[in-house]
């Protein structure tokens, strides 16, 4: 038995490799993969070129990259994190045959795998399986955003994860996959306002077709806009909070000035070129804002015990239960036979193909 894997074995050279598949060992389940998720951001920077692992040394103790030998050096062989697959082996009672889930195992046709050591989240009947692809990593990255506007408020006293939204005008700057799942997630979790701002027409189209409010932040200043709208006392206006999901310096710029004094930006964005023009000395100095990294890696401090990720996993089904037959409609854009990978990586990471979210299919 033979799996094909999508290996970037250099910036802009995307392959298909054949593997022997491992063999089945006691306790282990093996995996036909049936869709998979490509992460535009995260596994471009690979493909471009532009992601910090390929060029220095991630040292986890320092938390700080350094000079030295790349961290995760070409060739690249596992990429991606948004895998849908059927069990078709199993040597574990954990496991049935037959149990679709979602898992993180990157862009292969099969996988081995140790429910001990790695994730597999049963995928419920009433979903559609192409769905999959955001609950075992994309949605929970998105719902951590949530949990951080609610720590923000509320410390390690968090009940659910709109605590930090409920009632509250928030804004989404980006259009992307996370911005918009962030953004169902903050109208679904009960916010009194919720608007994405992004300059690409196509993504306010999509967002427009989820149901959500757009700004052009290219026309009138949508800080104006939003800061005339959103009145809370003399001299504070603006958004309560701000999910920051474009991974540019403009949008982590519009972010700190939609907010109202002492508010504060959620960043769940990737600047893979840094963020060189934001200009500190202005609102953010002045109104005394707030900038949080929300990343997947870590939920708040304090919240680990009761928000684990498999709670933010159930939080994402919940949503797509919601909003399933529009997300599937309007956010995926693509499917893709698995045996294009190649192709399509290059063409998106050279913007010779525009997508939102393109989802193999093997």
């Not at 959103?230 to 949008?251: K, P, S």
Request: aromatic residues 6%; negative net charge.
């Amino acid at each position: 038995m033979r799996d094909r894997v999508v290996v970037v074995t250099g910036p802009g050279r995307v392959e298909l490799v054949e593997q022997d598949a491992a063999p089945l060992r006691p306790g282990t389940f093996r995996v036909e993969t049936l869709f998979s998720g490509v992460s535009a951001g995260t596994e471009l920077s690979y493909v471009k070129g532009t992601n910090p692992y390929l060029n220095v040394t991630w040292n986890a103790d320092l938390g700080l990259f350094q000079p030295g030998a790349a961290s995760t050096p070409y060739p690249v062989t596992r990429l991606g994190y948004m895998q849908v697959g059927r069990v078709v082996e199993s040597e574990t009672s954990a496991v049935a045959v037959g149990t679709v889930g979602a898992m993180t195992y990157g862009h292969r046709t099969g996988w081995l795998a140790d429910p001990v050591a790695e994730r597999f989240v049963p995928l419920p009947e009433d979903l559609d399986p192409l769905l999959g692809v955001y609950v075992a990593h994309m949605g929970p990255i998105c719902a951590n955003g949530l949990l951080h506007a609610a720590a923000d408020l509320h410390g390690a006293d968090v009940r659910a994860l709109g605590d930090g939204v409920r009632g509250r005008r928030v804004a989404v700057v980006g259009a992307g996959v996370v911005a918009l799942l962030t953004a169902l997630f903050a109208r679904r979790n009960g916010a009194a306002s919720v608007v994405v701002l992004d300059p690409t027409p196509h993504r306010r189209q999509a967002a427009e077709a989820l149901g959500l409010e757009t700004l052009d932040p290219d026309a009138d200043d949508p800080a104006v806009v939003l800061k005339t709208r959103w009145a809370h006392t003399a001299g504070d206006r603006g958004a309560d909070v701000v999910f920051q999901c474009r991974g540019q310096a403009w949008a982590l710029q519009l972010a700190l000035r939609l907010l109202r004094p002492q508010g504060t930006v959620i960043d769940l964005a990737f600047y893979q070129e840094g963020a060189d023009a934001v200009r500190l000395g202005e609102e953010f100095h002045h109104n005394g804002l707030s900038l949080r990294c929300a990343q997947i890696g870590r939920v708040p401090r304090g919240l680990a015990p009761t928000w684990d990720r498999e709670r933010l996993s159930a939080e994402t089904i919940d949503l797509l239960r919601a909003y399933g037959d529009t997300v599937r409609k309007h956010l995926v854009s693509a499917v893709v036979p698995f045996d294009e990978a190649p192709t399509l990586l290059t063409d998106l990471a050279d913007r010779r193909r525009q997508e939102l979210q393109v989802v193999l299919s093997a």
